[in-house]
T-cell receptor, first 112, second 114 residues
């Protein structure tokens, strides 16, 4: 099976930067996803990393180190609407291209 | 508009009364899946389907059934619901691509079993 760990909750101030870490232990690896989920709503796709390095997309960036089993999601210039849960998910093999294993999520609270 | 549609969105039912949660997607996706989400546990996969007539168990399949008779539909069946199946359920779909594909989620179905 897989083990995906991320902090339960983080609090930051509007305009600040927050980094959400995700570590994983899997028998295989074929990509890591980050999703944003507002309370009671469906997860929405933020980013995808399959190679080592940083992927930047506007205020959000995601980093992957496959050798360390580690990823982070960086949220810059935080806005109140960024208050949400952020889910790290790993796809284990090429055969399970649609099957994602999710972490429990990190609740980010943005304060004024 | 590309979407995954689930019904019902909200349901309160009694223990043992069979129910079906429907899921339909209009994107011609091969892959469909059901997840349940519980506090502190994140999203856990129940069943998935890689194409018509092809289904397989996810991580928590006990107490659930699925079918995939048509490409667009993937209903979740609870033959005899129990209170531990009270949860938020999501249907999801995607293309069968090896990299970079996103998974589209339905809006969720809140199910309470009393």
């Amino acid at each position: 099976g897989q083990n995906i760990d991320q902090p339960t909750e983080m609090t930051a101030t509007e305009g600040a930067i927050v980094q959400i870490n995700c570590t994983y232990q899997t028998s295989g690896f074929n990509g890591l996803f980050w999703y944003q989920q507002h309370a009671g709503e469906a997860p929405t796709f933020l980013s995808y990393n399959v190679l080592d390095g940083l992927e930047e997309k506007g205020r959000f960036s995601s980093f992957l180190s496959r050798s360390k089993g580690y990823s982070y999601l960086l949220l810059k210039e935080l806005q109140m609407k960024d208050s949400a849960s952020y889910l790290c998910a790993v796809r284990e093999t090429t055969d399970s291209w649609g099957k994602l294993q999710f972490g429990a999520g990190t609740q980010v609270v943005v304060t004024p | 508009e590309a979407q995954v549609t689930q019904n019902p969105r909200y349901l309160i039912t009694v223990t043992g009364k069979k129910l079906t949660v429907t899921c339909s997607q209009n994107m011609n996706h091969e892959y469909m899946s059901w997840y349940r989400q519980d506090p502190g546990l994140g999203l856990r996969q129940i069943y998935y389907s890689m194409n018509v007539e092809v289904t397989d168990k996810g991580d928590v399949p006990e107490g659930y059934k699925v079918s995939r008779k048509e490409k667009r539909n993937f209903p979740l069946i609870l033959e005899s619901p129990s209170p531990n199946q009270t949860s938020l359920y999501f249907c999801a779909s995607s293309f069968r691509q090896n990299s970079g594909n996103t998974i589209y989620f339905g809006e969720g179905s809140w199910l309470t079993v009393v």
